[in-house]
């Protein structure tokens, strides 16, 4: 299944365990600030967010710009929709520097390898695993949304689902080892 994933749209999906999500752009999803006064702004991130049919966060893969361009962060989260408190998990941070390209230089590649034996969640960029989520809700993911600051990050994400088993041997060792 391929589709293409529009700022501040959603598209519906059917991602389940033991499933791989793909998302590619051709634009690295931090952008720099403009230039003059605003540069000293902080831009607002975006987010990528996996729900399931109760509309809990299974999964929320938030692009922080960072202070004037520098200092890219991706944060890993997920949130229950209904809730006494905020809702919110414990938040994973990654650092990254804006030279990585995500696995190829033509394109932007995060994928999500949903580990139904360790119920976690697997976030690589590119071939490189940045971060695991345990797994807090029940349900398959039945849509992904693309929110947050629109004046940044791709105007779309091209989205793929594939089973563990169309990946080649040396993704599947990849994913499989959890590394």
């Not at 998302?23 to 000293?40: E, I, N, R, V």
Request: hydrophobic letters at 35%.
């Amino acid at each position: 299944m391929a589709s293409v994933l529009q700022k501040g749209k959603k598209i519906s999906l059917d991602f389940t365990s033991g499933m791989v999500l793909v998302l590619k752009s051709t634009q690295f999803p931090f952008a720099t600030p403009p230039s003059g006064a605003m540069s000293m702004l902080k831009p607002k991130p975006i987010h990528l967010d996996l729900h399931n049919e109760n509309d809990d966060i299974l999964l929320r893969i938030t692009f922080d710009p960072g202070m004037l361009g520098r200092n890219h962060k991706i944060f890993c989260n997920d949130r229950a929709h209904k809730s006494l408190g905020d809702g919110w998990g414990e938040a994973q941070k990654v650092d990254v520097d804006k030279s990585f390209d995500g696995g190829n230089q033509s394109h932007f590649t995060i994928s999500v390898h949903h580990d139904s034996e360790l119920g976690r969640y697997q976030i690589l960029l590119g071939k490189t695993t940045i971060c695991h989520l345990d797994k807090r809700f029940p349900g398959r993911a039945t849509k992904l949304t693309y929110t947050g600051n629109m004046s940044l990050g791709p105007d779309s994400w091209g989205v793929s689902l594939y089973l563990m088993s169309d990946l080649q041997p040396d993704e599947q060792r990849l994913l499989g080892s959890g590394t």
